[in-house]
């Protein structure tokens, strides 16, 4: 019998994709209409892909997800509602994905569109092929740094990738798809964002190309020149707001910069130069667009915007907003949360601040600890944890991100690893835990846990310190203003 309803389920999946393939799939051109959204692939051999996709996103106003051959589970989970509730009437898809992706994303009601290819080339060329609304004797290229899709957005300039092997790395050589284009183009200028190789600016100079090239030491700067150029072309006209990230999160915000007609800032930490900088060009609002290292409740990866930096924008009376989560669990599920909160901010979307009010506090050890003596959880953020004990050995499976793997030494000694070269020290002195991050051997972070007279716990991150309480069903988490930012239950 379960073979037999497993074979008509294959049967129904065969047909349904073959619906969705007569159904207008394969396109050549990004077609926009008003209730569009756009996911571009952005791994893999398609790395890079993203930035050139951003510019049509941008211009056009509508929202941009990232994804791999099948929507991270995160994203996957949201957007059928984000759809739903906003009326999304097409999906295009850019670059490879699975068939089960498209069908899933088929049977969200809406048309489906895929514009795809063998390479970055191949698929940027397309598109730029069948875009009349466009810079038609300019390209920018770049490696894969995301200012270039500002530019392009802005200014409506088709932007070449020319990472290659699965990097954010040039090629050494242009692409024959990219030449092609050159020639068959009228092409007379290109434009370089950041750095490209001695051997594709020939290949240039051989087509007779006047080159314009805008760098610099680090990406706050490439960033500044980039706004600068933009400013002395008639944009960002009395423009009183930037958006200011990381790097990965940045070709999903390029939509909301356009819109907002902002500036748009890659952090490197720069913090005195890029105050004077704000300051100098009359920005009065920053959008963060990424979270600082003390949001995250057990990061892995150091990929944060500076605390010192938001502190710095603060006392200049700068208006802080943040497209983030106050508390997330790492920094993989705060890049899903911004990616989230930007593509609703287009649709002026709001999120309803909840309340908690605990029966009663009880006494238990910090909540990751605490959390090993049962099976199942859901966070504020909807991800969930299944968890499995083998005598004192826990497998800790997150909904969205890769398992972490717990021991229990003893009563004062906890050990977390995600076998990937991330471990975690969790030690107990009698009135606090001492936990010490560490990758590849060397320590790179410290929190401390401090228990109190209520059963409550305080979290001491080195920017902000957060106040948790649990009644036996859900652990809550509190701020220094004493604001709900968090919390995680019980299944």
Known sequence: MKKLIKYILSIVVIILI?????????????????????????????RGLEMGVSVYAGYNQVPLILSDKTLPTQLAKWLPGYVKQNNIKKIIVVGPVSAQQLLELHLMNVQVQQVNGNSISSILTKIADNTNDKNNDTLIFTASDPMAGLLGAYTRTPVFVTATNSTYDSAEYLDSNYEEYIKSHDIKHVIIVGHLPETIKDTFKEYNLTIEEISGSTSEEVSENINNKLKSEGFLNNTTRAYYGFYGELPTIVPNVIQDNAMLIEDSSGQNEIIDYIKQ?????????????????????????????????????????????????????????????????????????????????????????????????IDSNNISATIENNSDNYTVKWSTIHPYYWKKINETSYYATTNTGYE???????????????????????ITWVENDDNSWTEIQPYQNYTWMYDNKTWVCFDENHDLVYHIDKI
């Open 424 to 446: 975690y020290n969790w030690n107990y002195n009698g009135t606090s835990w001492n936990v010490d991050y560490i990758f590849n051997g060397s320590k790179y972070y410290n």
């Open 18 to 46: 073959g619906i969705i393939l007569i159904n207008n799939l394969y396109v050549n051109s990004i077609d926009v209409s008003e209730k569009t959204v756009i996911i571009s692939t952005c791994t893999g051999e398609m």
């Open 281 to 377: 060009n009359n920005i009065t609002e920053v959008y963060i667009t990424r979270n600082t290292k003390s949001d995250y409740i057990q990061m892995e990866e150091e990929d944060y915007v500076s605390s010192d930096i938001i502190n710095q924008l603060k006392q200049n009376n700068i208006t802080i907003k943040y497209l983030t989560r106050n508390r997330t669990l790492d920094e993989a599920t705060g890049l899903y949360d911004v990616k989230i909160i930007s593509v609703e901010n287009l649709e002026n979307q709001t999120t309803k601040q909840e309340t908690i009010e605990l029966t009663n506090n009880i006494k238990t050890k910090p909540p990751l600890l605490s959390m090993l003596t049962y099976s199942k959880w």
